[in-house]
């Protein structure tokens, strides 16, 4: 029985289906397998966490190795990058769309060394773009959230629907792991505001350095920060209100597309501040979706560690990256991959003849 859970009081109302639960009977025979494999029982410490995760998501246990792993970049510029918040200009995200279609970019190669394959969505870029991807492109550059709004209303409903379609897409075409990535200069601070406003935290204390600015952009993001809050705040309890006046194209269609994934019962590795925004905003739309995410890393950019501690997530790396494209979620997907090679292929106690722990140790030390 799917119970909607419905948002705003406007007509075409974005809904999202009860978010599935992941499997408990794969969770609980993962665990139990752990103890037979052979090693002594805990060994591999997160690694045998991971492994149990993604047997839950998969439904399966052992689980298997992801086959189609897919990365989304979702791109578009921000009205606020023209007022000092960025160390780059907005020409930059255009000119990295066609790096990422080149192929030069961190995530063509962080994917071409893990398998995983990368598909780019201009949702606001401000240039022309190829139709490949400008198909749900809502408009060019998203407003200055510090003194408009970044959509209008029917740019918010057009951009998170377009999150949720490609993730339908590619669930659909067979990927069974999603990677989000994200790309626009200045995205840091819309990603800054979503964060300040839904988990309590003052400005500075969520403010960053993005892209590299010195001290005097600093204080320029600062104050852009707090004027957008002064407007996002009027709006906390309507999340899909809160995307129109404070996120941009890009993040709306991020929160989307996490929140599809996990309707769609598709686990997600997500990557730094900007898709951690975008998965505090799909968590209020679509509770519970953020069991079927895993954090990647954990952003050098200080709202990355609020975003997690928020969704109560625990990051696989923390490599002191603060790039963004799905870059530190590409870079944890090998450890992911080994967990879940560990638990399906290594051998039990019983298969390689190998003795098990004495009484004492299989009981001690977790009873
Ligand atoms: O994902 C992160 O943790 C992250 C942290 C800092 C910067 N970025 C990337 O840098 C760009 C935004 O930085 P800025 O300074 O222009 O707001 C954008 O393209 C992001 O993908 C990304
Ligand atoms: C060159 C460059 C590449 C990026 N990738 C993600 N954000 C970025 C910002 C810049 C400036």
Not at 240 to 262: K, W, Y
Request: proline share 6%.
């Amino acid at each position: 029985m799917d119970t909607e859970v419905r948002l705003s009081t406007d007509q075409n109302e974005i809904s999202f289906p009860t978010v599935p639960t992941p499997d408990e009977q794969a969770r609980r025979q993962a665990v139990a397998r752990h103890e037979q494999l052979t090693k002594p029982a805990g060994s591999l410490g997160r690694l045998e966490e991971l492994g149990v995760w993604v047997a839950a998501r998969q439904g399966l246990c052992p689980p298997r190795p992801f086959a189609r792993p897919r990365v989304v970049v979702f791109a578009g510029d921000h009205g606020v990058a023209g007022h000092g918040v960025s160390a780059y200009p907005s020409e930059v995200t255009g000119q990295m769309v066609a790096n990422f279609l080149a192929g030069g970019a961190a995530v063509n190669v962080l994917a071409t060394n893990t398998g995983a394959t990368v598909r780019v969505v201009d949702m606001a870029v401000n240039a022309d773009t190829p139709p490949v991807v400008s198909a749900h492109k809502v408009r060019r550059a998203s407003g200055s959230i510090d003194r408009e709004d970044a959509l209008t209303d029917a740019e918010v409903r057009a951009a998170i629907n377009a999150g949720r379609t490609i993730a339908d897409e590619e669930i659909d075409s067979g990927a069974d792991l999603l990677i989000a990535g994200d790309m626009g200069i200045g995205n840091t601070t819309p990603a800054a505001v979503l964060i300040s406003a839904l988990t309590g935290t003052e400005p500075v204390a969520v403010v960053g350095r993005g892209t590299g600015i010195d001290d005097n952009a600093w204080m320029r993001k600062t104050a852009a920060i707090r004027d957008a809050l002064r407007r996002a705040r009027k709006v906390l309890d309507d999340p899909v209100a809160l995307l129109r006046t404070s996120s941009g194209a890009d993040i709306a269609a991020l929160t989307g597309f996490l929140a599809q994934a996990a309707v769609r019962r598709t686990p997600v590795l997500l990557d730094g501040v900007v898709v951690g925004a975008a998965a505090l905003v799909a968590e209020e739309i679509a509770p519970g979706a953020r069991q079927w995410w895993l954090a990647g890393h954990r952003s050098a950019e200080p709202g990355g560690p609020l975003v997690l501690e928020h969704l109560d997530l625990t990051p696989v790396l923390d490599l002191q990256m603060r790039l963004g494209e799905g870059s530190g979620a590409l870079t944890a997907l090998p450890i992911l991959t080994a967990a879940t090679r560990v638990l399906g292929e290594m051998a039990t106690f019983a298969e390689a003849g190998v003795g098990g722990p004495t009484e004492a140790e299989a009981t001690g030390p977790r009873s």
